[in-house]
């Protein structure tokens, strides 16, 4: 194994750790350990800024990393333009259901003037591929889906509603018993 092979297995094993205690804990966000062309995203990961690189960026000292950052924002700020759906597709790689603030603080990442912020958050949220789920109830957000998520997850319950009348295991036992059953029969 080489270095780059186990910092990927590192990092997958991580991410699997998170996302089971992120479930037990009953949180709808997932981690993925991919970086962001293997997972298909068009927009370009953006370097973080330590503290120091951002209070030197205050004093009007510009560092590497600070200019690095603002060219990969200028990138993803021209493909959010194009394509303001790119938000959408993101956030459904993590969360199943999201809300306009969660759409809001992705946009506040690469938009600095705010009526540009307006317009696009108004595209987002008048595109086609948005579906709203809940009603806002004593002032909690509203929850949006997208209709390619909601689609999949009515296969994926159709499909576990025919799996659940199959009996080829019975529920109570796992797999290790089954094994040994199956053993035991030759």
């Not at 924002?73 to 194009?82: G, T």
């Not at 949220?125 to 390619?148: D, M, Y």
Request: hydrophobic content about 30%; aromatic content about 6%.
């Amino acid at each position: 194994w080489n270095s780059d092979s186990l910092l990927r297995q590192w990092r997958k094993n991580w991410a699997d750790c998170a996302n089971l205690h992120l479930a037990k804990a009953g949180l709808d966000v997932r981690i993925d350990h991919r970086s962001y062309k293997e997972q298909g995203i068009e927009l370009e990961p953006q370097p973080k800024l330590g503290k120091s690189v951002s209070e030197m960026s205050r004093r009007g000292i510009y560092v590497d990393r600070f200019n690095e950052m603002k060219e990969v924002q200028e990138k993803n700020r021209d493909l959010i333009r194009k394509n303001p759906e790119i938000v959408l597709d993101y956030l459904t790689r993590y969360q199943s259901t999201f809300t306009r603030q969660d759409i809001a603080r992705f946009l506040n990442r690469y938009i600095d003037k705010a009526e540009e912020f307006r317009n696009l958050l108004g595209r987002i949220e008048a595109s086609e591929q948005l579906v709203i789920l809940t009603g806002n109830k004593e002032g909690t957000p509203v929850k949006l889906k997208t209709r390619e998520k909601k689609k999949l997850e009515s296969k994926i319950g159709v499909m576990a509603s025919f799996l659940s009348t199959k009996h080829s295991c019975p529920p109570h036992l796992s797999s290790i018993e089954k094994k040994k059953n199956i053993t035991k029969k030759k």
